[in-house]
């Protein structure tokens, strides 16, 4: 059973995860898909609970996202899940489909049309409300090195927390 609760009751324990990885999920269609995650930010922008994250250019994610305006951010809490965040993390719904091939669920959104996973401890569900491609120009030329070198730069996505929910 899901109850929902304030968007930050348990933000600490969702960044502290997120390093570890969350799933982001998105729907177009027919077509849904996870990815694994571990760059993200939660907070208030324009008065309103946002959830950033950070999609490179090359993620079938990416594709997904441009197609439509709603996203999840599901977290398991309890270390489990650590192989699936792994094989949704190097295999692309481009070319199989997760829910099929690993042991993760997709159930319903109950505000947006993205899924969550089943399996997972706490979800977010997001309403895209601004989206910025990142401007190499007026970036760090550290960060730049260490994670552009092959200039897939990352779009972020800031999604308006419309619900959030603990198993
Ligand atoms: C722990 C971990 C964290 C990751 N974090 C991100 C991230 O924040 N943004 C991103 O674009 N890719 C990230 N990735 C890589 C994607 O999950 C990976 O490229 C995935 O295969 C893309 O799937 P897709 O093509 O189905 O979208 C991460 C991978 C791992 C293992």
């Given at each position: 059973?899901?109850?929902?609760?304030?968007?930050?009751?348990?933000?600490?324990?969702?960044?502290?995860?997120?390093?570890?990885?969350?799933?982001?999920?998105?729907?177009?269609?027919?077509?849904?898909?996870t990815m694994t995650i571990?760059?993200?930010?939660?907070?208030?922008?324009?008065?309103?609970?946002?959830?950033?994250?950070?999609?490179?250019?090359?993620?079938?994610?990416?594709?997904?996202?441009?197609?439509?305006?709603?996203?999840?951010?599901?977290?398991?809490?309890?270390?489990?899940?650590?192989?699936?965040?792994?094989?949704?993390?190097?295999?692309?719904?481009?070319?199989?489909?997760?829910?099929?091939?690993?042991?993760?669920?997709?159930?319903?959104?109950?505000?947006?049309?993205?899924?969550?996973?089943?399996?997972?401890?706490?979800?977010?569900?997001?309403?895209?409300?601004?989206?910025?491609?990142?401007?190499?120009?007026?970036?760090?030329?550290?960060?730049?090195?260490?994670?552009?070198?092959?200039?897939?730069?990352?779009?972020?996505?800031?999604?308006?927390?419309?619900?959030?929910?603990?198993?």
């Amino acid at each position: 059973m899901l109850n929902e609760i304030a968007f930050n009751t348990l933000s600490k324990e969702a960044l502290e995860q997120l390093s570890k990885g969350a799933f982001l999920s998105v729907k177009h269609g027919d077509q849904e898909n996870t990815m694994t995650i571990g760059w993200g930010t939660i907070g208030v922008i324009w008065g309103k609970p946002i959830f950033v994250v950070a999609v490179r250019y090359s993620r079938y994610t990416y594709d997904l996202m441009e197609q439509t305006n709603d996203f999840t951010v599901s977290f398991p809490l309890n270390g489990q899940l650590k192989k699936e965040l792994g094989l949704c993390g190097k295999t692309s719904g481009r070319d199989q489909d997760k829910f099929k091939e690993y042991d993760i669920t997709a159930v319903p959104g109950k505000n947006v049309e993205s899924p969550m996973i089943e399996e997972c401890d706490l979800h977010y569900e997001c309403k895209v409300v601004y989206k910025q491609a990142m401007e190499p120009a007026t970036l760090d030329q550290g960060i730049k090195d260490k994670s552009y070198s092959n200039k897939d730069y990352h779009i972020m996505y800031y999604g308006e927390i419309v619900g959030c929910y603990k198993k």
